[in-house]
């Protein structure tokens, strides 16, 4: 990690310590630097558009993924202890 000093205008740093919900300033120019990051990687993944061959067939690909989750399901006879996340 680098330590350095920054000059910034404190209505904007104020502004981003209300958008991030932070505690502190150097969380929010953190988290700022950080979301920049993430703009940018996502930017580029979208510059390559129409740039890659696709080959396969998207339904064969998606049957042979197994669900890796398992829906729950009541009967109806639970008590409310035995149902922890509410109504089913």
Do not use: C
Not at 17 to 43: C, D, G, P, R, W
Not at 72 to 78: K, S
């Amino acid at each position: 990690m680098i330590e350095m000093t920054l000059k910034l205008e404190e209505e904007k740093l104020d502004s981003l310590m209300k958008i991030y919900h932070t505690k502190n300033q150097n969380e929010a120019v953190e988290k700022a630097i950080e979301e920049a990051y993430k703009k940018s990687l996502f930017q580029s993944l979208l510059n390559l558009k129409g740039k890659v061959k696709w080959e396969g067939k998207l339904e064969d690909m998606r049957s042979q993924v197994k669900p890796i989750y398992m829906p729950l399901i009541f009967t109806g006879n639970a008590e409310k202890k035995d149902r922890p996340y509410g109504k089913p």
